[in-house]
Structure formats: structure tokens, C-alpha cells
């Protein structure tokens, strides 16, 4: 399932070159235009539900690991500990901006990516028509 929005994506890149050719019958891009839109709108359920399982399976481990008595095993809850090893080049940085709590989730970006797709079929059938 997480697959879908990469998926869907690369769907869309045939799509809207499909879309916008001169050459496809009107009825065909209308076709083509709705199933871009439900492709785009599976993949956002998708991931919406999915964050939600996500989450709700991340505090049952965190609620079941407290009754044992074991530290919360998220990632944000873990300590901070000196690496053992010597980080390689830009390791530093991409701990850094990933351990940045004020980031969105990925998953808002995935669905601002797939909304921009919705509106560009839109866009690119418009001006064909």
C-alpha cells in the first residue's frame, strides 16, 4: 500500500502525456481525466489510512512496552547517543533535518503531490479541449 503514491505518480506521467495529445478523442480524455483522479484519490486514502494504523500501532507498542517496563521505542523517544562509528559524508546533516520534529509528515507531501497531479489533469484537459 505504500507503494501507491510512487505508483500512481508514474500513472500520472503516462497519463497526462496521453491527456494532452491532439490526437485522443474527447471521450477518451474524459476517461482518461476521471481515471486520473480516482487513481490519485485511492492513493490519498491510501496513505491517510495507513498513517492512521501507523500511528495507532506505534502507541499500542509504546503502551505494551511500558507495562513491561522497556524504554518507549519510537524513534523521537529514543535517547540521543554518540554514534560508535564514524558517520559518513552529510550523515551528520541528514540526522540532523531528520531528527527535526517540526517537519510535516511525509505523507502531507505525498498527498500535496497527488492534489497537484488531480489539478494539472484538470488543467491539461481543459486546454485541449
Known amino acids: 500500500m505504500w507503494q501507491a503514491p510512487a505508483l500512481t505518480i508514474a500513472a500520472q506521467a503516462f497519463l497526462l502525456a496521453v491527456l494532452t495529445d491532439p490526437s485522443v478523442s474527447d471521450r477518451a480524455r ?8 480516482a487513481a490519485c484519490i485511492a492513493a490519498i486514502l491510501s496513505l491517510i489510512r495507513l ?11 509504546a503502551d505494551a512496552c ?12 529514543l535517547p540521543r547517543k554518540a554514534a560508535k562509528h564514524k558517520p559518513g559524508f552529510g550523515d551528520r546533516a541528514v540526522r540532523a533535518i ?7 509528515a511525509v505523507y ?3 498527498i ?5 497531479f488531480v489539478a494539472a489533469d484538470v488543467v491539461a484537459y481543459s486546454c485541449t479541449s
Open 30 to 37: 474524459l476517461v482518461i481525466l476521471v481515471a486520473g483522479i
Open 51 to 61: 498513517r492512521a494504523r501507523e500511528i495507532l500501532w506505534s502507541e499500542a507498542i
Open 66 to 77: 511500558d507495562k513491561a517496563g522497556l524504554p518507549d521505542p519510537r524513534p523521537f523517544a
Open 98 to 104: 531528520g531528527a527535526w520534529q517540526r517537519l510535516p
Open 108 to 110: 502531507l507531501f505525498w
Open 112 to 116: 500535496l503531490a497527488l492534489l497537484l
